[in-house]
C-alpha cells in the first residue's frame, strides 16, 4: 500500500518559534509537494520539489522554507511562526514527467500557531 | 496564470438524489483534468481524470467529461449515497516535469439519509 506520512496530525506551537513539519513518501517518486489548506480558499501550493537539493516557489512562500535532503523525504519549515500560519499543511508526492500523474497526499498536519 | 473555478458550498442532498458539481477552468495550454475528494479526516484521493478532450473519467459511480469548448468538467454522480459526504476538488495539471496541481476551493457535500 503506497503511503505519504506526515510526522504529526496535530502540532501546537507559539509565535516566533521555529517549525519543521517532516514529510515521507514510499513510491520513490520525484515530485513533493507542500500545500496548506484553509477554509474558503482550497490548498494553495508553498513550495514542491522535483529532485533531491532542487526546490521551486508555490503561490505562497512567503514566510516559509523547505528542504530535500534525500529523495523520499521532504521538509516544511517555518522560520519564525506567525498565528497566520494556522491552517491544516498536506504533503504529496507524484511521478516526475507524466502528465495526468495520480498525487498521493498525507493525512495532513493541522498547526496551530499561539 | 491557470485558474479553477468551482461551485460553492456546501451542498446537502438527500440519499438517491443526483449530484452535479460545477467546475470550470482557465489554463494557458492543454492541462489534464481530476476530481480528488478528502473524506473527514483525510488527506486528499483521486477520484477520477481526464486527459483530453471529449474523454470521460469515472469512478464509484461518479463522472466527469472533459469539455474544451466550455473549459469545463462537471462532476456528476446519478445516486449519492451517505457515504459520499466528503469534500470535492477540481484540479488541472499541466506544464512540464511536476505537473504541479492547481486546485479549485473545494465543494462540501453531505448526505443525508
Known amino acids: 500500500d503506497v503511503k505519504v506520512t506526515q510526522s504529526s496530525r496535530y502540532l501546537v506551537k507559539r509565535t516566533g518559534e521555529k517549525v519543521f513539519l517532516e514529510c515521507v513518501q514510499d513510491m520513490d517518486h520525484e515530485n513533493m509537494f507542500w500545500y496548506r489548506q484553509d477554509p474558503g480558499l482550497g490548498l494553495r501550493l508553498i513550495y514542491f520539489s522535483y529532485d533531491v537539493k532542487m526546490k521551486e516557489k508555490g503561490d505562497i512562500p512567503e514566510g516559509y522554507s523547505v528542504s530535500r535532503e534525500k529523495k523520499e523525504r521532504f521538509s516544511l519549515i517555518l522560520e519564525s511562526a506567525s498565528t497566520n500560519q494556522t491552517s491544516m499543511y498536506l504533503c504529496?508526492?507524484?511521478?516526475?514527467?507524466?502528465?495526468?500523474?495520480?498525487?498521493?497526499f498525507g493525512q495532513g498536519t493541522r498547526l496551530t500557531v499561539v | 496564470g491557470d485558474s479553477v473555478t468551482q461551485m460553492e458550498g456546501p451542498v446537502t442532498l438527500s440519499e438517491e438524489a443526483f449530484l452535479t458539481i460545477n467546475c470550470t477552468y482557465t489554463a494557458t495550454g492543454y492541462p489534464s483534468l481530476f476530481w480528488y475528494v478528502q473524506y473527514p479526516g483525510e488527506g486528499l484521493q483521486l477520484l477520477l481524470k481526464?486527459?483530453?478532450?471529449?474523454d470521460k473519467g469515472s469512478n464509484k459511480g461518479f463522472e466527469a467529461t472533459y469539455r474544451k469548448e466550455t473549459t469545463s468538467f462537471h462532476l456528476e454522480k446519478g445516486s449519492v449515497q451517505v457515504s459520499d459526504s466528503a469534500v470535492y476538488f477540481c484540479?488541472?495539471?499541466?506544464?512540464?516535469?511536476?505537473?504541479?496541481?492547481?486546485f479549485g476551493k473545494g465543494t462540501k457535500l453531505s448526505v443525508i439519509p
Open positions: 484540479a488541472l495539471s499541466e506544464g512540464a516535469g511536476s505537473y504541479q496541481l492547481t
Open positions: 504529496a508526492s507524484s511521478l516526475w514527467g507524466v502528465r495526468d500523474t495520480e498525487a498521493f
Open positions: 481526464a486527459t483530453k478532450a471529449d
